[in-house]
């Protein structure tokens, strides 16, 4: 078991400080917007992180792996993720004004477009090794949030719109500001790179499909409980998944660090043993991690979001063991994504999406408490094939 260099460690305590303010900002609206208006929020963001690899036309999910694989190619990759932002204005821009201005179709067209420009820009980033720096656009953006949500509250201003334009502004501004720093280090143009853009799609066809069906088997249990239960009781099941999400600043570190060394790697086999080297070390961590937040749970949980959120302590619970299995097995699939991702692999994660979205659908009668037990059950048994799977691809 090999433990992190001083590097790693660096990216770990960044991240640390990305999640802290990330929760800051969730613990902040859930306060102001009770547990409805979070449960709509909830519902909103679900839907913007489903549509956006769709809308990058699979550019974000290649973005990372082309820009560590081929760096000569980052400015090519810069001018065809442009290209990619205009068609999606376009498209979302008539989305936009085909619907009524009473819906909150606007606000969220407007928002995935933001979060689209994050998305592209943190990848290539991410890509080009700039880890730091990324954690740093991050973290500058939720103090942004913090400081707008400050100010909508001493003003009485604060609403579930208002939440949806500012986290839609300060992503469009993180994510250009980055964008531009990218653009000034490397020589790009305007004009599309065809080849590489059909590089791109060869490649981030299968991981856009595996990275939409990741969200949405991530993502059921909330649509499902809000569907079954109402506003009210999705608002606490967002809250308790927003805790048990924080672990996953361990597995989001893990492959910000790891992912440009695998890709560079020459063979599965190589990254198989590379794997069994360090990922020891981050499932422990991880695992003692869950189990500090899960003992505290009690305590921080009313502490940090108010006593109207007490009965998220069981779901968080409940929910902690789904979220460590969740984190080993993202961190084990850089594997393949690394390399590549094959039909096989999409085929396991679909059907662990149906199978959760089944399990909920049978446990609907108990709320967000069967929405917990479904995800648990689900994850712990996608880790278990998945491992299985990712054993035969390295053998291969």
Known sequence: ?????????????????????SVLVGVVAARQLGPAGRGQLALIQTAVLLAAPLFCLTL???????????????????????????????????????????????????WLWCHMVLSLSLTLGLGKGWIQRVNL??????????????WAIWSQQLSLLFVVYLRAGTAVLG????LLWLAGSARFSLRADFQLLKSSWTYGTRITVAGFLSVALANVNQITVAWWSGDAVAGLFAVASQGGAVLLFVPTAFISVFMPSFVSLPSNADRGREMMRVLPFWSVF?????????????????AVFGQQYHPCVPLFLWLVPGYWC???????????????????????????????????TLLARYGALGGAWAFTVTHCLFLLCSLAYFRQVVRA
Request: charged content about 10%; cysteine-free; proline content about 4%.
């Open 60 to 110: 974000a999910n290649s973005n990372l792996y082309f820009a560590a694989k081929e760096p000569t190619r980052l400015g090519a990759l810069i001018g065809n993720s442009l290209g990619a932002l205009l068609a999606s204005s376009l498209l979302l821009g008539g989305l936009a004004l085909s619907s009524g201005p009473e819906e909150l179709t606007r606000p969220t067209a407007l």
């Open 137 to 150: 656009t991050e973290i500058s953006i939720n103090l942004v949030l913090l400081a707008g949500l400050g």
């Open 326 to 360: 969740m984190g080993v097995q993202q961190m084990a699939s850089v594997i393949i994504s690394s390399s590549e991702i094959r039909h096989p692999y999409l085929i396991l994660t679909g059907l662990a999406v149906i199978f959760n979205l089944g399990l909920n």
């Open 286 to 302: 991880l695992l003692f991690t869950s189990l500090a937040a899960g003992a505290g749970s009690p305590w921080w949980m009313t």
């Open 175 to 178: 994510g250009g500001i980055l």
């Open 1 to 21: 078991m090999r433990l992190p260099h001083r590097g790693e460690t660096l990216a770990i305590l960044s991240r640390i400080i990305v999640v802290a303010s």
